[in-house]
């Protein structure tokens, strides 16, 4: 089950590197973040998944003493971001967004200078080997490509080895194989023990790389758990989707009823939306036999599917379930 579907299941203990409560962010009045509470926990990659404009930034930029919260408090390593400033600057590596860096200087100098302000860096040759940084070292950060520059920032970010680390959507504009090379460092550094913050409105970098997973949109915390938990969770249990393409406005609750007469003995039931104009999503017990019985429905209705799928659910399901709408 999972840990927590309801904003208030989410606990703190002692061994939370970073604990949200109750955090109120607003701009022109408008409450941005709007009562959140996230916890993070130091050996594991904690995911903060939701739409454009959700909260997201403004959460972890509050919780890097970036922004002060209107209201609620935030603690990182049981400190607070913005008055113990100072002694969280060592401990905790940050990557921005819009990365952060100077313009003028060259990438290799910006992370050498960064790492000569830790007592005990990393090595800077291996990390930009790694990290592909070695390729542009000579280039000035103002002539990087977006993709670049994300990966300089990252590098800046893990150099002074953190305990805790805030990485702003990390592998946007990266190329695969750049992405590849990003989640294998998120992975080691969850091995080394450190907590890592991740942002992102991507589900499968949420699903694939994320322990715990926190759900939010329009500033409230949704959902939160593991990615299995989230997946799982009731009502529909360990159900399948069917998807398909085809001509918009078919109605679905004839399709639902035909599909529960195939399966009369499941726990769960089916049910069906047009997630986008002409894309739909069937969730239930799928089998050979509900997708026999889907495609035998479409040819009544002398409709061709230009796609039909079958897959277990993901994130945007859930997503979608909790909010009607899209991730992205
Ligand atoms: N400095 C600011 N002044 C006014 N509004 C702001 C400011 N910073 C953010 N906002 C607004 O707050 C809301 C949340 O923005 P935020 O950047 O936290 O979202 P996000 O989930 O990180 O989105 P994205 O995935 O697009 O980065 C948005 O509507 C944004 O326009």
């Known amino acids: 089950m999972p840990t927590s579907i309801a904003p208030s299941g989410v606990v703190p203990t002692a061994d939370h590197a970073v604990v949200v409560h109750q955090l109120v962010k607003r701009y ?17 990659v904690t995911a903060v998944l939701g739409p454009n404009g959700a909260g997201k930034t403004t959460t972890v930029e509050c919780c890097e003493g970036l922004r002060t919260p209107d209201a609620g408090s935030v603690r990182v390593l049981g400190l607070d971001p913005v008055a113990d400033a100072r002694a969280l600057r060592p401990r905790v590596g940050v990557m921005l967004q819009d990365g952060g860096l100077p313009t003028g200087a060259r990438a290799g100098e910006v992370l050498r200078h960064v790492a000569a302000m830790y007592a005990a860096p990393r090595d800077t040759g291996e990390l930009s080997e790694r990290l592909g940084v070695d390729l542009f070292a000579r280039t000035t950060v103002r002539r990087l ?4 520059r994300q990966r300089l920032a990252l590098a800046a970010a893990v150099v002074g080895r953190p305990e805790v680390v805030f990485l702003d959507e990390p592998s946007a504009g990266m190329d695969p194989q750049s992405r590849h090379a990003v989640w294998e460092l998120v992975r080691e550094l969850r091995s080394d023990g450190v907590a890592v913050v991740l942002t992102t409105h991507l589900m499968d970098e ?3 790389l ?4 926190h759900v939010v949109d329009r500033g409230r915390l949704l959902a939160s758990g593991t990615v299995h938990d989230l997946l799982t969770t009731e009502p529909d249990g360990d159900a399948g989707t069917l998807r398909f393409d085809t001509v918009a406005g078919l109605d679905l609750a004839p399709l639902t009823a035909r599909l529960s007469t195939v399966t009369p003995d499941a726990a769960t039931g089916w049910s069906a939306a047009e997630a986008e104009p002409g894309s739909y999503v069937v969730t ?3 089998d050979p036999r509900t997708l026999a019985e889907l495609t035998a429905w479409l040819a009544d209705h002398d409709v061709l599917a230009g ?7 993901t994130l945007e399901d859930v997503f979608l379930d909790l909010t009607g709408r899209h991730l992205r």
């Open 28 to 44: 022109g009045g408008r409450d941005v973040v709007d009562g959140l509470d996230l916890v993070a926990r130091a050996g594991a």
């Open 284 to 286: 239930g017990p799928a």
């Open 307 to 313: 796609r039909i799928t079958v897959g277990r659910r």
């Open 210 to 213: 994320a322990d715990h997973v």
């Open 206 to 208: 949420a699903e694939d």
């Open 145 to 148: 490509s977006g993709g670049q």
